[in-house]
């Protein structure tokens, strides 16, 4: 069976220009509950830096993330779960937008 490797950043700021820093605590809600669900997640807590002009606004924005990873099986369940998940991160970390994909994978 095909299976999907779904990578989450999440920003460490609220916002880019006031640099409040995010608590401790939301991301690990969010690592607890990928864990619930696929029964794994990996974290790379070095930060990525990175940036993007918002298509909106046409503001140049500088972000710096951390990444979580799961790799699961291509289902409708877990793909619905994803999108309710991307929801949920998107109010709790206070952002217009978190960046959420998926590749498929094929273990050796």
């Known amino acids: 069976m095909v299976e999907l490797k779904v990578e989450i950043l999440l920003p460490l700021y609220y916002d ?7 608590e401790g605590i ?3 809600q969010t690592y607890d509950e990928i864990y619930k669900q696929f029964g794994g997640c990996t974290i ?8 993007w002009r918002n298509p909106a606004t046409n503001e140049e924005i500088r972000d ?13 369940s ?9 929801k949920k991160l998107i ?3 206070e952002q217009d ?5 998926y590749v498929r994978i094929y273990r050796l």
């Open 16 to 22: 880019s220009k006031k640099r409040k820093r995010i």
């Open 26 to 28: 939301k991301y690990s």
């Open 44 to 51: 790379d807590n070095s930060p990525l830096i990175g940036g």
């Open 64 to 76: 710096e993330t951390k990444a979580y990873w799961v790799v699961c099986k291509n289902t409708k």
């Open 78 to 86: 877990n793909l619905e779960f994803l999108r309710k998940l991307k």
């Open 91 to 93: 109010r709790r970390f």
């Open 97 to 101: 937008d978190i960046m959420m994909y």
